[in-house]
């Protein structure tokens, strides 16, 4: 953070870029950095990059402000990646990363293997807003900085019952509480409450959702004809995974949306023993422990084939098939 500093304190512009499809902690980590940095260093022009975000999540300082255009032609003093991976996750946006005068990276997913000009990567923190948290000073860190960061770290436990979350984690969530957020509404309105189309594609994928692998695996397939029936987005899918993973009796659970024909992204949720980041990162993926995702080409059948593979090789391991 240091060296973040000493570049912060030399430049004129900031980017701050996230991941394909952002999520809570995506959003609330980069929302939460940019104001911090006004608080900080007022002087400084910050821009935040992303695709669209859910309306619940607007509510956030500067969501109104987020740039959605990959080609405003800005080169920027710095450019910051949070909570990615790679340097692909950013999609379209990768251009700014690129032509940045110095490039930074902090997340910590244990699949990232650092491909800015510095890194910061934890992955022993629940989300990347807790690392960023764990980086800032607390005088700066006011209730707009602590409802990003909040929300990060709540979409990224689901509201701290995960096994990421730790002693710290809580203590971190404890001092943000501290700054006046409405907690609990934070809770509901991001995580929690569901739109009308939101709950109609989520009962579909429950009803065509298929049990394998002796119910010790599930998996459903959202295809683009359904987007298009729902008149749906990608942020409307939030949520589906984590429900089939909840399923009793299920260690692993697995979530297709189709993107183009014969290709499919691919999430991945599992409770206790497989260690989903190790099959995403075979297939070019990455992730965490027990949640990861990559993209893969073929059928559903074929898909699901490759993947049970190395769900099956470590289910065998713990002794479970």
């Known amino acids: 953070m240091e060296k973040i500093k000493e570049i912060l304190g030399q430049a004129k512009n900031a980017a701050i870029l996230g991941h394909v499809r952002p999520d809570g902690d995506c959003v609330g980590a980069c929302l939460g950095l940019k104001n911090y940095l006004k608080n900080s260093m007022p002087e400084l022009s910050v821009q935040v990059y992303l695709e669209e975000i859910p309306d619940s999540f607007h509510f956030l300082k500067g969501a109104g402000e987020i ?20 340097k ?25 293997a650092g491909f800015a000009d510095v890194s910061h990567i934890c992955p022993d923190r629940s989300a990347t807003s807790e690392v960023l948290y764990t980086l800032m000073e607390d005088e700066f860190v006011d209730k707009s900085v602590a409802e990003c960061l909040y929300m990060g770290m709540i979409h990224d436990t689901g509201v701290f019952k995960h096994s990421n979350t730790t002693g710290e984690t809580m203590e971190i969530a404890g001092r943000l509480m501290d700054k006046g957020i409405n907690f609990s509404k934070i809770i509901d309105k ?34 683009k004809k359904n987007m298009e029936f729902y008149q749906a987005k990608a942020k ?11 399923t009793k009796g299920v260690e692993c659970a697995i979530f297709l949306c189709e993107t183009a024909p014969q290709e499919y992204k691919v999430s991945m949720r599992s409770n206790q023993v497989v260690d989903v980041s190790r099959i995403a990162a075979f297939f070019g993926g990455g992730g965490h422990i027990r949640a990861a995702g990559c993209t893969m080409a073929g059928s559903v059948y074929d898909v699901i084939n490759n993947l049970s593979e190395h769900i099956e090789k470590q289910l065998m391991e713990a002794g479970l098939r």
């Open 236 to 246: 409307d899918l939030e949520g589906i995974i984590d429900q089939l993973r909840v």
């Open 67 to 86: 740039s959605h255009d990959a080609a405003d032609g800005v080169v920027y003093d710095l450019c910051i990646a949070l909570d990615t991976s790679d």
């Open 88 to 112: 692909e996750r950013l999609g379209a946006f990768a251009c700014y990363f690129d032509h940045a005068g110095y490039t930074a990276c902090i997340d910590h997913h244990v699949t990232n």
């Open 190 to 223: 991001t995580f929690y409450e569901k739109t009308y189309r939101q709950n109609q594609i989520l009962g579909r994928m429950l009803a065509e959702s298929v049990l394998f692998m002796d119910g010790l695996c599930i998996f459903a397939v959202v295809r």
